[in-house]
Nanobody, 121 residues
Framework: QVQLVESGGGLVQAGGSLRLSCAASGLGFSCYVMGWFRQAPGKERELVATINRSGSSTYYADAVKGRFTISRDNAKNTMYLQMNSLEPEDAAVYYC??????????????WGQGTQVTVSS
């Protein structure tokens, strides 16, 4: 069982950067595959990036590859998303998720409450 709280969202100008954090409470953080998802108004929740239990393997959606970096610090029970070169299309509510293998928006798992990212041009 784990509880997740995202932070770090806000308003940023296009081309700027933000770092999101997902802090977990409870035991067993290192046992979970973790991921970041986002949902813009009127759109489905979509996968942004995932990271395996040890942090040795990552996956990125094509839309963010080369601009975003997912990482985790198991000693601090925290996952991060470094977002660089932000574009207006990146504006969304960003959610972190903890789950097992096959992490996806529709699969079972634990979700945070989300943090709003707004990108102005």
């Amino acid at each position: 069982q784990v509880q997740l709280v995202e932070s770090g969202g806000g308003l940023v100008q296009a081309g700027g950067s933000l770092r999101l954090s997902c802090a977990a409470s409870g035991l067993g953080f290192s046992c979970y595959v973790m991921g970041w998802f986002r949902q813009a108004p009127g759109k489905e929740r979509e996968l942004v990036a995932t990271i395996n239990r040890s942090g040795s393997s990552t996956y990125y959606a094509d839309a963010v590859k080369g601009r975003f970096t997912i990482s985790r610090d198991n000693a601090k029970n925290t996952m991060y998303l470094q977002m660089n070169s932000l574009e207006p299309e990146d504006a969304a509510v960003y959610y972190c998720k903890a789950g097992g293998g096959g992490l996806a928006a529709i699969t079972p798992g634990y979700w945070g409450q989300g943090t709003q990212v707004t990108v102005s041009s």
